[in-house]
């Protein structure tokens, strides 16, 4: 994973539509630099799940060095993650807000919203906090292009990372990307928590604040 400047990371995820109901999602750590891809779930019933309008299905996050996480949901309010041998990673779970909390028991972050501004015609702003209640990162959620210009502090120094690319491409879809920026380097489970949670917002449709169940109509 791509380290920036004073050691914050950032990470982006792009919707990619190439075929109906066959969206998947890239993640790049910065100008040419893959990541890993997202793609729904491949499990018996996962297509017709998505015909029905249901998103209870899973997802798996595949790797450059060819390492896979896989979300499998438990039921409507959590997933499990696991390690393409199986090994337990974590689990996301869904109420008033959504926490991440590691195989071995720790929290590593709950998502709220943006506490100044959660939600624009472009975007939804996120932030998630470690069990102590500081600042873990942030994650932009991308409605539509215009979207992709906006840019986040991605260290507590205040040095504003300009990111790359930043134009994107209109699709059927009402979730573009991503966007994550955290002040610190991620070790390998704050990754695959982070990025499940990302895939699992863009890809599953799940509603992480109350803004994003509401439809969050901006404007007069």
Same mark, same amino acid.
């Given at each position: 994973?791509?380290?920036?400047?004073?050691?914050?990371?950032?990470?982006?995820? +792009?919707?990619?539509?190439?075929?109906?109901?066959?969206?998947?999602?890239?993640?790049?750590?910065?100008?040419?630099?893959?990541?890993?891809?997202?793609?729904?779930?491949?499990?018996?019933?996962?297509?017709?799940?998505?015909?029905?309008?249901?998103?209870?299905?899973?997802?798996?996050?595949?790797?450059?060095?060819?390492?896979?996480?896989?979300?499998?949901?438990?039921?409507?309010?959590?997933?499990?993650?696991? =390690?393409?041998?199986?090994?337990?990673?974590?689990?996301?779970? =869904?109420?008033?807000?959504?926490?991440?909390?590691?195989?071995?028991?720790?929290?590593?972050?709950?998502?709220?919203?943006?506490?100044?501004?959660?939600?624009?015609?472009?975007?939804? +702003?996120?932030?998630?906090?470690? =069990?102590?209640?500081?600042?873990?990162?942030r994650l932009d959620v991308i409605r539509t292009v215009d979207g992709w210009s906006s840019h986040r502090l991605a260290d507590p120094m205040g040095d504003t990372y300009l990111w790359?690319?930043?134009?994107?491409? =209109?699709?059927?879809?009402?979730?573009?990307?991503?966007?994550?920026?955290?002040?610190?380097?991620?070790?390998?489970?704050?990754?695959?928590?982070?990025?499940?949670?990302?895939?699992?917002?863009?890809?599953?449709? +799940?509603?992480?604040?109350?803004?994003?169940?509401?439809?969050?109509?901006?404007?007069?």
């Amino acid at each position: 994973m791509q380290a920036l400047r004073n050691g914050s990371t950032m990470i982006e995820g +792009r919707v990619a539509c190439e075929t109906p109901g066959g969206a998947t999602m890239a993640f790049r750590g910065g100008p040419g630099i893959p990541v890993a891809v997202a793609a729904r779930g491949e499990a018996r019933g996962a297509r017709s799940a998505i015909l029905a309008g249901r998103n209870n299905f899973g997802f798996r996050i595949r790797y450059t060095d060819g390492s896979v996480v896989r979300a499998e949901p438990l039921d409507e309010v959590s997933i499990a993650l696991r =390690r393409g041998d199986g090994a337990a990673v974590g689990t996301i779970l =869904r109420g008033d807000t959504v926490t991440a909390v590691a195989a071995t028991g720790g929290t590593l972050f709950h998502v709220v919203p943006d506490p100044e501004e959660s939600c624009t015609p472009e975007l939804f +702003r996120l932030v998630l906090l470690d =069990r102590s209640g500081g600042e873990f990162g942030r994650l932009d959620v991308i409605r539509t292009v215009d979207g992709w210009s906006s840019h986040r502090l991605a260290d507590p120094m205040g040095d504003t990372y300009l990111w790359w690319d930043r134009t994107g491409v =209109r699709l059927p879809v009402p979730i573009l990307g991503t966007r994550l920026a955290a002040p610190h380097p991620l070790d390998r489970v704050e990754r695959d928590m982070a990025l499940a949670a990302c895939t699992d917002i863009a890809l599953s449709l +799940r509603p992480y604040i109350p803004a994003m169940r509401s439809g969050c109509t901006v404007g007069p």
